[in-house]
């Protein structure tokens, strides 16, 4: 299984695929794709999904420059070490316990 340590190598390797659905999700909420990678390089898996398909994939936790919490989904390729953002999105505190768990 990956972890997020592979996520952030690909990010630094520039070997990111950005799914439809997360750059529509990306301007609903307001993020840049920079950010996105920065709250990454900072952040925690907090929910893994190795069952996925096409690939394993993995929720993130972390903050954007200024602090704000965001949340985003990466597939990870074992065969070519490049990530897929799945979704990514500002996570709602009604939802989410310090936005690490599910309520």
Known sequence: ???IADII???TENKI???DHADEEAEAD???F???YYSVLQGEVIESYPD???YPSCLIFGRSF???PIHSVWGYNEKTKWVVIITVYRPDTEQWIDFRKRR
């Open 34 to 36: 920079d950010e996105v």
């Open 1 to 3: 299984m990956f972890g």
């Open 66 to 68: 200024i602090g704000d």
């Open 17 to 19: 695929k950005i799914s």
């Open 30 to 32: 307001e993020l840049k």
């Open 9 to 11: 190598k690909a990010i």
């Open 52 to 54: 996925d398909k096409p």
